[in-house]
C-alpha cells in the first residue's frame, strides 16, 4: 500500500524540508492548506491516519446512504488517496463508480526570519492534488 | 477567770505598728487577690454561665440559642458549649437573605480579599471545579467529565479559555535602551529579540524566554509574550507575563533600571558608553485587560460570527472623540476582516500576526440557542493571506483614556434588556447600529500552531488570543460560548501542552519548583492516605523519589564535579544538531559551556503498546536490549525497611496499649470523667512521620539505582490523543544523551513509578522550549 515507502520516507522528510529552505536566514514554517468545500461527505485523505480506519469511515457513509463522496489528496497522499478510491470502488463491486479531478493547489508557507534584522516573508508552493468523487449507480438495497 | 484582751492597750499581748505599708499589705493578700478575682471571673461552680443569671434575666432555651443571652455572656457560654463537647451551632442566614444583592455582593468581596477573581469568575464557579494558583482563583476542570470533549474542542472544534490572569507591563522608553534592557535578560541564541525588525513595526506577536538578569543559561524565569503597541509614533512594548513569574520579572525589571541608575551617579564618563536607561517606564496594568484563548480550527468561524467590525463610527461616541488625529483604519478593517471571514481554520493565515479591530456590543450578534458556528468556505484570494496590511495592528485599545472612557460607559446587562425591551418593538429583531451602546475595540492575536509536520499535525494548537477592555469580558465571552465554544480550564492549558509536545512550567524557574513542590504535596497525601496493604512499595520496584524528580542529584551522577544550578538547553542551534546526530547516530562535534549542569528536554511515543506516566524514569538501553522480543524487567529489590517497620508498628501498638489501660485505671480512681483535651492538629505525629520516611528510602544517587542507568525524568506523561499513542514530555541529562548518542542508541527505555516492566519508547528533542 505503500506504507513502507512513506516510513522511509518520513525519515528523510528533515532533510527534505533543509533543502526546500530558500535562505538561509529564514525557517521554514508550514500552513495549513486551503480548503475546498466542507461537507459531511468530505474526506481529507491524511498519510499519518490509519489506512484502514479512511476506509471504514468511506464505506460506513455510502452504505449510510450517502449519494456520493469526495475524497481530496494533497501531495504525497495522492498515492493513498487513489488506493483508497479503487478499494472502495471493489468493495462496493458494480455499485459504484469513480470520478477523478487533478488539479494543483496552492500553498503558502512563512518564511521566519533567524536573524534580528530582517522581516517575516511567506512564499508560494504549489503542490498537486486529486479529487475524486465515488457516487452511487446502484441503488441502497442492490449491495 | 478574766478574759484576756487581744489588745496591748487594753492588757493584752500584740501591739499595733505605728505606721502600715499599704505596699507590703497588698503583697502579702496578693495570692488571695488573685484567687478571689479568678473565681469572680471564672467561678469553678458547676452551674453553666446562663443558669448563673438572675431570674429576671433567663429566658427559654438559652443554653441551644445564644442569642437569647446577654451580649457580654455569649463568649463566655460559648466556650463552654465547647468545653461540654456539643459543636457550637449557629444558624446559617436564610438563603433568602444571603441572596439579597447587597449581601451578596458583600460576601463575593470579602471571598475576594484574600485571592483575585476574574471577569467570568461568578460563571466558571458555577460550572467548574476551582482552584487557588498564583494569587487567583481558576477554573481548574469542568464539572462534566469533559476530557476527551476538550481535547476534540482543540483538533476539530474550538476551546475557550479565559487567561485574563495573564499580567500585562507596558514598557515605554526609547527602541534602544529598551533593547539594552532585554539583551541582559535574554540570549540571542534563543530566537529572535523584542526588537527583531520582524516584531517592531507591531505588526506580529513574539515570544521570548527571559532569564534573570545577566545570568544566562541560568535563572530562567519563564516564557512571556510580547508585541509593540503604537499609541502615537514611538512604539510601547507591551508583555504578557505568567502570574507565577510576575515576581522576578518585576524584580529583574527594577534591579537593571536602579542598576543602571547607581552607576549613572558613580561616574558619569562611563553612561555615555554603557546605555542609558533612565528614561524606561514601566508599568503593570493589573486587570486593564481581559485575554480570552480560542484554540482549534472553529475558533476563526466563531469569531467571524461574533465580531461584527463597524464600517463607519459616530464622532459623537464618546471614546472616539477622544482619539481625533489617530486613524482608525475603519473601511480597511472591516474590509480585511470579511476578505479573510471564510477561512476554514486560522492557521491559515500568517503566524501570529495581530489585528486590531472595532467591533459592535457583542450581545447583538448572539444566537438565540446554542448553535456551532461554521466557516462559509468560498475560494479566499491568496494574495491575502500572503500579505498582511500595515494598518491591521492599530487599535485606540492602547489608549489609556479611551479604556476609561468605555469602561465607564459600560451598559450593563440589566440596563441592556431593559433597553431592548423599551426600543425594540418586533421581539427579536435587533438593531446592531444602535447609538446607545458604544463600539468596543478588541486585539486578535493569531497563534500558529504546530508547524512542523513531523512532529506534529499541522495546524494542531492553532487559534486566537482575543484581548478585550475590561469590563467587557462576559458579554464576550458568553456570546463566544452561544457560538459553540467548548469553555476549558487549566487543565485544559497542561494537557494542550502536553499534545502539542510542549513543556509547561519549566523545572529549571522557580515557578517551576513550585508547581513541582505542590505535585509532591498532593501525591505524597494522596499516597499516605492509602492503608499501608494498598500501597505500592516502591523500594521493591527499585524507584527512588516517586513523586518528584530529583534534577541535582542526576546532574551530578552523570558529571564528575558537583554543581549547585542547572539549566534547560534553549538554544535552537545546538537542539537541531543534536536532533540531527541523534537520527544519524553521528557522535556529538558541538560543546557549550557548563554541559555538566545541563538538561536537555525530550518528547518520548511508546513503541507500540504502553503509557508513560508521571515522574517515570527515562533509562539508557544496554546492547542487545531491543533485538530479544522478552519484555526487560526490573528485579525485585530487597525492602530492608520492611522488618523496622513492622517492628515499630508492634511496638507503637503496645504502647497504646499501654497508654488505654493506663487510661482506664484513673477514670475508676476518679469515677468523675476527664474529659480529654481533643486537639485535631493536622500536624502527623512522630510516629507517622517516621513511619512515612520508612517507606520512602533516602538516597543520594540515581543513576544505578536500577539494573538500567536513569537518564532522566518524565514530567508530564500520558496517552496523546494526537499521536494515538503513549506519549511524555520529560528532561534528560545532556551527558546522558551524550553516552546515548556515542553508544549509537535513538531509542530509551522508559519505566513508570508503579511497574517493573521497562518499555521502549522513540526519543526527540523538544526545539520550541
Known amino acids: 500500500m505503500g506504507d513502507e515507502i512513506n516510513s522511509k520516507r518520513k525519515q528523510d522528510q528533515q532533510q527534505n524540508i533543509q533543502k526546500r529552505r530558500p535562505n538561509k536566514n529564514y525557517a521554514l514554517k508550514k500552513r495549513l492548506p486551503l480548503r475546498p468545500k466542507e461537507g459531511d461527505n468530505v474526506i481529507f485523505i491524511t498519510k499519518k491516519t490509519n489506512f484502514k480506519a479512511q476506509l471504514d469511515k468511506c464505506c460506513d457513509l455510502l452504505t449510510k446512504g450517502e449519494k456520493d463522496i469526495i475524497l481530496h489528496g494533497l501531495g504525497a497522499a495522492i498515492q493513498r488517496c487513489c488506493n483508497l478510491a479503487l478499494q472502495v470502488e471493489a468493495l462496493f463491486a458494480g455499485t459504484c463508480q469513480i470520478e477523478v479531478n487533478t488539479g494543483t493547489v496552492d500553498l503558502v508557507d512563512d518564511l521566519e526570519p533567524i536573524t534580528d534584522d530582517l522581516e517575516f516573508g511567506a512564499q508560494v508552493r504549489h503542490s498537486s492534488s486529486i479529487h475524486i468523487r465515488i457516487f452511487r449507480t446502484a441503488l441502497l438495497g442492490a449491495n | 477567770m478574766e478574759a484576756t484582751e487581744f489588745d496591748a492597750s487594753l492588757g493584752g499581748t500584740e501591739n499595733l505598728p505605728i505606721t502600715a505599708n499599704s505596699f507590703k499589705f497588698a503583697a502579702s493578700r496578693s495570692i488571695e487577690i488573685t484567687a478571689m478575682t479568678e473565681s469572680i471571673l471564672r467561678p469553678n461552680k458547676t452551674k453553666l454561665i446562663f443558669q448563673s443569671l438572675p431570674v429576671h434575666m433567663r429566658r427559654r432555651v438559652m443554653s441551644h440559642n445564644c442569642k437569647r443571652l446577654p451580649r457580654r455572656l455569649r463568649e463566655g457560654h460559648m466556650e463552654q458549649l465547647k468545653k461540654s463537647g456539643l459543636p457550637p451551632k449557629q444558624k446559617r442566614p436564610s438563603r433568602k437573605y444571603r441572596r439579597r444583592p447587597a449581601n451578596l455582593l458583600a460576601e463575593y468581596t470579602r471571598r475576594q480579599r484574600r485571592v483575585t477573581w476574574l471577569e467570568t469568575h461568578i460563571w466558571h464557579a458555577k460550572r467548574f471545579h476551582m482552584t487557588e494558583r498564583w494569587g487567583f482563583r481558576l477554573a481548574h476542570r469542568p464539572c462534566d467529565k469533559a476530557f476527551r470533549a476538550c481535547y476534540r474542542a482543540t483538533s476539530a472544534h474550538c476551546l475557550l479559555q479565559d487567561i485574563s490572569y495573564f499580567v500585562p507591563i507596558l514598557i515605554k522608553g526609547s527602541i534602544e535602551s529598551i533593547e539594552n534592557m532585554f539583551s541582559l535578560l535574554c540570549s540571542k541564541t534563543c530566537g529572535l529579540g523584542v526588537t527583531a525588525k520582524a516584531f517592531i513595526s507591531g505588526n506580529r506577536a513574539g515570544s521570548l524566554n527571559i532569564f534573570k538578569p545577566q545570568s544566562y543559561p541560568f535563572g530562567f524565569i519563564g516564557k512571556v509574550e510580547f508585541q509593540w503597541v503604537y499609541t502615537n509614533e514611538i512604539p510601547e512594548l507591551l508583555i504578557f507575563v505568567h502570574p507565577s513569574q510576575i515576581k522576578e520579572v518585576e524584580a529583574s525589571f527594577s534591579s537593571i533600571i536602579l542598576s543602571e541608575d547607581s552607576k549613572l551617579l558613580k561616574d558619569s564618563k562611563r553612561i555615555k558608553l554603557s546605555h542609558n536607561l533612565s528614561d524606561i517606564s514601566i508599568n503593570v496594568l493589573y486587570g486593564q485587560f481581559n485575554r480570552f484563548r480560542l484554540t482549534g480550527p472553529k475558533s476563526h468561524a466563531i469569531l467571524t460570527h461574533s465580531l461584527k467590525t463597524v464600517n463607519t463610527i459616530k464622532l459623537s461616541s464618546e471614546w472616539v472623540s477622544k482619539t481625533k488625529n489617530f486613524d482608525l483604519y475603519l473601511q480597511e478593517k472591516h474590509e480585511y476582516w470579511s476578505n479573510i471571514s471564510n477561512l476554514s481554520s486560522p492557521s491559515q493565515l500568517p503566524s501570529r500576526i495581530v489585528i486590531g479591530l472595532i467591533v459592535k456590543d457583542p450581545r447583538w450578534s448572539r444566537p438565540k440557542k446554542r448553535t456551532k458556528a461554521e466557516a462559509v468556505i468560498s475560494p479566499t484570494n491568496i494574495e491575502i493571506l500572503r500579505n498582511l496590511p500595515k494598518y491591521a495592528p492599530s487599535s485606540p485599545l492602547w489608549h489609556t483614556n479611551v479604556r476609561e472612557i468605555i469602561k465607564k ?3 450593563t446587562n440589566g440596563k441592556f434588556i431593559e433597553h431592548v425591551t423599551k426600543t425594540h418593538s418586533v421581539p427579536g ?50 456570546t463566544f460560548i452561544m457560538f459553540g465554544a467548548r469553555p476549558g480550564g487549566l487543565r485544559e492549558t497542561e494537557h494542550l501542552s502536553h499534545e502539542k ?20 504535596l498532593q501525591l505524597k497525601e494522596h499516597y499516605f492516605k492509602r492503608p499501608p496493604s494498598k500501597r505500592v512499595n516502591f523500594i521493591k520496584l527499585g524507584i527512588l523519589s516517586p513523586f518528584r524528580c530529583p534534577w541535582m542529584i542526576l546532574l551530578r551522577d552523570w558529571s564528575s564535579c558537583a554543581c549547585d544550578n542547572f539549566f534547560i538547553l534553549r538554544e535552537t542551534n545546538i537542539i537541531n544538531e543534536l536532533q540531527n546526530c541523534l537520527n544519524r547516530k553521528t557522535p556529538i562535534i558541538t560543546s557549550f559551556p557548563n554541559e555538566n549542569s545541563c538538561l536537555v528536554a525530550v518528547y518520548l511515543q511508546t513503541e507500540g503498546k504502553g503509557l508513560i506516566k508521571d515522574h517515570a524514569i527515562i533509562c539508557m538501553p544496554n546492547f542487545g536490549d531491543f533485538k530479544s522480543n522478552k519484555v526487560l524487567q526490573e528485579p525485585q529489590h530487597e525492602d530492608k525497611n520492611s522488618k523496622i517497620r513492622k517492628e515499630k508498628r508492634l511496638e507503637h501498638r503496645k504502647l497504646l496499649k499501654k497508654i488505654r489501660r493506663a487510661q482506664i485505671k484513673l477514670k475508676k480512681k476518679l469515677t468523675e470523667k476527664i474529659t480529654k483535651p481533643k486537639t485535631k492538629s493536622k500536624e502527623p505525629s512522630e510516629y507517622v512521620k517516621s513511619m512515612r520516611d520508612l517507606w520512602l528510602k533516602s538516597f543520594d544517587s540515581v543513576r544505578h539505582a536500577c539494573v538500567r542507568q536513569t537518564m532522566g525524568y518524565v514530567t508530564k506523561g500520558a496517552f496523546s490523543f494526537t499521536e494515538a499513542k503513549g506519549c511524555a514530555v520529560g528532561y534528560i541529562a545532556f551527558n546522558a544523551l551524550k ?23 522513540n526519543i526527540q528533542l523538544i526545539n520550541n522550549i
Open chain 2, 409 to 411: 460607559n459600560i451598559i
Open chain 2, 429 to 478: 429583531e435587533t438593531n446592531e447600529d444602535d447609538p446607545a451602546l458604544q463600539n468596543i475595540p478588541v486585539v486578535l492575536i493569531q497563534r500558529p500552531g504546530s508547524q512542523n509536520s513531523t512532529y506534529k499535525k499541522i495546524g494542531y494548537g492553532s487559534g486566537w488570543d482575543i484581548i478585550l477592555p475590561s469590563g467587557y469580558g462576559l458579554p464576550f465571552w458568553l
Open chain 2, 501 to 520: 509536545g510542549e513543556t509547561y512550567l519549566c523545572p529549571d524557574s522557580v515557578s517551576g519548583t513550585l508547581e513541582e513542590e505542590r505535585i509532591e
Open chain 2, 739 to 761: 553516552y546515548l548518542i556515542d553508544s549509537k542508541f535513538n531509542k530509551i527505555l522508559v519505566r513508570n513509578t508503579t511497574s517493573n516492566k521497562y518499555s521502549v519508547a
